[in-house]
């Protein structure tokens, strides 16, 4: 129900919040440079335009207000947030199908 998620946690050394839930909500992430606890998730989402990430609070809120004054820049990343999402979905029938063989024994 947002047009942009702000992951506050991760302006500062906290570590970042899980930012596949916004971005499967087609909802576009401002990061911080804190994003340790969620570090491989979090380049992968920058690369493919689905979270920006930012130095610190001030830029963060900057960014969230230039994003949505520009209508279509929002919708750009929100549909780069759906398409990141979909990429990596399925990860609970991964593990699954990955342990079949040890539960059939």
Known sequence: MSDVALLGGSVEPLGGQNLIEAAACGCP????PH?????EVSELAEAAGAARRVAGMDEAVRSACAMLARPSTQQ??????????????????????????????
């Open 29 to 32: 992430v401002i990061m911080g």
């Open 35 to 39: 994003t340790f606890n969620f570090a």
């Open 76 to 105: 750009h990343a929100a549909q780069a947030s759906l398409g990141f999402a979909a990429q990596h979905r399925g990860a609970a029938a991964n593990t699954v199908q990955a342990l079949a063989h040890f539960l059939e024994r």
